[in-house]
């Protein structure tokens, strides 16, 4: 049977690396204390509460990083050449 440690370090692996290696430790020890303490509507409020916090810490990550760039839109921003112009200009109107 797998501890209740190894249970609640698989869960805090909802949140990225650079938190869990700052609180991860914190946040599993208060996991079992409620875990502990028989707390059971305690300890699901937690868990709810971790999962939450895994999502919105990635998404705020995901929302502070540059956006994707194109391979030729990288590369036209390199040449500005007279080869590019063709690959970076918008793509002619389709008629109706």
Do not use: F, K, N
Not at 26 to 46: C, F, I, K, N, Y
Not at 53 to 70: D, E, F, H, I
């Amino acid at each position: 049977m797998i501890s209740a440690e190894a249970q609640y370090r698989t869960l805090v692996r909802v949140l990225p690396a650079w938190y869990r290696a700052e609180r991860g430790d914190e946040m599993v020890g208060t996991l079992l204390d409620l875990h502990g303490e028989r707390a059971r509507a305690a300890l699901w409020s937690e868990l709810w509460a971790l999962l939450a916090l895994g999502v919105r810490t990635r998404l705020a990550a995901r929302a502070r990083r540059p956006p994707a760039r194109s391979p030729s839109a990288i590369w036209c921003g390199r040449s500005r050449s007279s080869a590019c112009s063709g690959a970076c200009s918008d793509p002619p109107a389709t008629p109706a």
